[in-house]
C-alpha cells in the first residue's frame, strides 16, 4: 500500500513462513498497508468524530507518543517454533523513517517508499517485507486516524469469552498498496488499549474474497508505561474467525528495552554501498 497511513502497512505489505505460519507471498502474509508507511502521522481531527477512534487514541496517548521523534526497542520474533527475527528496530513516531539492525549487524533502512538493506543480504522481497511490516504492528495503536482511515460499527463484539469495543478500519480506494486489506480493532472496554487486531491481507495478487478465508489477528499484551505512553511488551499471532475468534496460536514477539530516543539527518542513511528496493 504506497502511502502511510508507513506502516501501507505495508504494518509500514507487516509477515512469515514456516508450518502455519504467515508467509509474504501468501493469503496468510501479515502485512501492512503500505500508506502506513509514507503517510505524515501528525495528530489530526478524528474522522467524523469517531468516539471509538478517539477514546483508543487517547488511551495509548497517542498526542504523547506524536510529540517524541523516534522510538527503538530490541525484538525476539518467532513463527512455529522458529526465530524470524532478533534485533532491534528504530522507527520515527510517524513511521516515515527506520533502521532494523540483526543481532548478526545486519541493517535495513527504510525511508518512506525506499528500502536499504546491507549488501550481503538475501531474498530482498522479504527484506522490503520486513522492513515495514514490525514496526506497523508497533505503531498500529497510534495510526488509527491517519488519512485514508475509515472506521464503522462492528457487530461482533464478543472475543474468546470477552465483551470489547470493536469497529472495523477500511482504507480509501487509492490507498496503500492494498485498499482491500481490512482491519477488526478490540479495545479493552476498561481502559480502552487496544487488546487484539484482527486483519486480512490482499498482497501479492489474492482478491478479498481469498484472503478472507484465513484471516489473522495480532494480540497486544504486557502493556508497561515508557514516559507516560502504555506500551505492549508482547505480541502473539493467531489465526482468527468471526464466530470461532482467536482459534489457532501462530508466533509471537518479545519487546524490551523499550525507549524514546534522538535522531537526527543522519540517522537513517544508509551506507552508499547498500542494495536498494
Same mark, same amino acid.
Given at each position: 500500500?504506497?502511502?502511510?497511513?508507513? #506502516? %501501507? *502497512?505495508?504494518?509500514?505489505?507487516? /509477515?512469515?513462513?514456516?508450518?502455519?505460519?504467515? @508467509?509474504?507471498?501468501?493469503?496468510?502474509? &501479515?502485512?501492512?498497508?503500505?500508506?502506513?508507511?509514507?503517510?505524515?502521522?501528525?495528530?489530526?481531527?478524528?474522522?467524523?468524530?469517531?468516539?471509538?477512534?478517539?477514546?483508543?487514541?487517547?488511551?495509548?496517548?497517542?498526542?504523547?507518543?506524536?510529540?517524541?521523534?523516534?522510538?527503538?526497542?530490541?525484538?525476539? #520474533? %518467532? *513463527?512455529?517454533?522458529?526465530?524470524? /527475527?532478533?534485533?532491534?528496530?528504530?522507527?520515527? @513516531?510517524?513511521?516515515?523513517?527506520?533502521? &532494523?539492525?540483526?543481532?548478526?549487524?545486519?541493517?535495513?533502512?527504510?525511508?518512506?517508499?525506499?528500502?536499504?538493506?546491507?549488501?550481503?543480504?538475501?531474498?530482498?522481497?522479504?527484506?522490503?517485507?520486513?522492513?515495514?511490516?514490525?514496526?506497523?504492528?508497533?505503531?498500529?495503536?497510534?495510526?488509527?486516524?491517519?488519512?485514508?482511515?475509515?472506521?464503522?460499527?462492528?457487530?461482533?463484539?464478543?472475543?474468546?469469552?470477552?465483551?470489547?469495543?470493536?469497529?472495523?478500519?477500511?482504507?480509501?480506494?487509492?490507498?496503500?498498496?492494498?485498499?482491500?486489506?481490512?482491519?477488526?480493532?478490540?479495545?479493552?472496554?476498561?481502559?480502552?488499549?487496544?487488546?487484539?487486531?484482527?486483519?486480512?491481507?490482499?498482497?501479492?495478487?489474492?482478491?478479498?474474497?481469498?484472503?478472507?478465508?484465513?484471516?489473522?489477528?495480532?494480540?497486544?499484551?504486557?502493556?508497561?508505561?515508557?514516559?507516560?505512553?502504555?506500551?505492549?511488551?508482547?505480541?502473539?499471532?493467531?489465526?482468527?474467525?468471526?464466530?470461532?475468534?482467536?482459534?489457532?496460536?501462530?508466533?509471537?514477539?518479545?519487546?524490551?528495552?523499550?525507549?524514546?530516543?534522538?535522531?537526527?539527518?543522519?540517522?537513517?542513511?544508509?551506507?552508499?554501498?547498500?542494495?536498494?528496493?
Amino acid at each position: 500500500m504506497y502511502y502511510q497511513s508507513i #506502516l %501501507t *502497512f505495508l504494518l509500514f505489505s507487516f /509477515l512469515i513462513s514456516c508450518n502455519n505460519a504467515p @508467509t509474504e507471498d501468501s493469503n496468510t502474509a &501479515i502485512t501492512a498497508p503500505t500508506e502506513a508507511r509514507t503517510k505524515e502521522a501528525t495528530p489530526t481531527k478524528h474522522k467524523n468524530e469517531n468516539a471509538f477512534v478517539a477514546s483508543v487514541e487517547e488511551a495509548h496517548q497517542r498526542a504523547a507518543f506524536l510529540g517524541k521523534k523516534a522510538i527503538q526497542f530490541d525484538i525476539v #520474533l %518467532t *513463527f512455529g517454533g522458529n526465530e524470524r /527475527l532478533n534485533g532491534t528496530i528504530l522507527t520515527t @513516531t510517524d513511521s516515515r523513517q527506520g533502521l &532494523i539492525t540483526y543481532k548478526n549487524g545486519q541493517k535495513v533502512y527504510y525511508n518512506e517508499d525506499k528500502v536499504f538493506y546491507s549488501p550481503e543480504m538475501e531474498n530482498p522481497d522479504r527484506v522490503r517485507f520486513g522492513a515495514y511490516t514490525w514496526p506497523y504492528f508497533f505503531l498500529f495503536p497510534y495510526k488509527l486516524s491517519d488519512p485514508g482511515t475509515n472506521w464503522a460499527a462492528y457487530e461482533q463484539t464478543s472475543l474468546n469469552d470477552k465483551e470489547y469495543l470493536s469497529q472495523k478500519l477500511t482504507f480509501d480506494a487509492g490507498t496503500g498498496d492494498d485498499p482491500g486489506d481490512w482491519y477488526i480493532a478490540y479495545a479493552d472496554k476498561e481502559s480502552h488499549l487496544i487488546d487484539v487486531a484482527a486483519y486480512i491481507v490482499t498482497s501479492g495478487g489474492s482478491t478479498q474474497a481469498e484472503a478472507e478465508l484465513d484471516p489473522h489477528a495480532i494480540q497486544y499484551k504486557d502493556y508497561t508505561m515508557v514516559d507516560g505512553v502504555p506500551i505492549a511488551n508482547t505480541w502473539t499471532f493467531w489465526a482468527w474467525r468471526k464466530e470461532g475468534g482467536l482459534t489457532k496460536e501462530l508466533g509471537g514477539a518479545t519487546l524490551s528495552n523499550i525507549k524514546f530516543v534522538e535522531v537526527d539527518e543522519k540517522t537513517f542513511v544508509a551506507p552508499d554501498n547498500f542494495a536498494t528496493i
